[in-house]
Nanobody, 124 residues
Framework: QLQAFGGGLVQAGGSLGLTCVVS????????MGWFRQTPGKERELVAA????????HYRDSAKGRFTISRDNAKNTVYLQMNSLKPEDTAVYYC???????????????????WGQGTQVTVSS
């Protein structure tokens, strides 16, 4: 079970940190990702981190502003978001890619475990 939290309301230019805790199993073997979705749009990958944390991947709009990290000992994945913009407003989901067929896995269908989502709202 994945549980994401840390969302909220922030002004443009501010920061938020999201946390995803995985219970019931160890996350070490899994590649992990953060997605986001707004109404009427496809869920899109924001950032991904390989199982050993040796590689990360970001969508272009997140590069230089967001940082994904993980602590396998704590079964936790993080997404630090800085310099937030109104267009970052979305529901953010953490997800696990257990198959690890490739990195980065950029498609929603490549992730088989999902958290419940946490709302991030950035006001202008």
């Amino acid at each position: 079970q994945l549980q994401a939290f840390g969302g909220g309301l922030v002004q443009a230019g501010g920061s938020l940190g999201l946390t995803c805790v995985v219970s019931g199993r160890f996350i070490r073997p899994y590649n992990m990702g953060w997605f986001r979705q707004t109404p009427g749009k496809e869920r899109e990958l924001v950032a991904a981190i390989r199982w050993d944390a040796e590689r990360t991947h970001y969508r272009d709009s997140a590069k230089g502003r967001f940082t994904i990290s993980r602590d396998n000992a704590k079964n936790t994945v993080y997404l630090q978001m800085n310099s937030l913009k109104p267009e970052d407003t979305a529901v953010y989901y953490c997800a696990a890619d257990q198959a690890r067929l490739r990195f980065p896995a950029t498609e929603r269908r490549e992730y088989n475990k999902w958290g419940q989502g946490t709302q991030v709202t950035v006001s202008s």
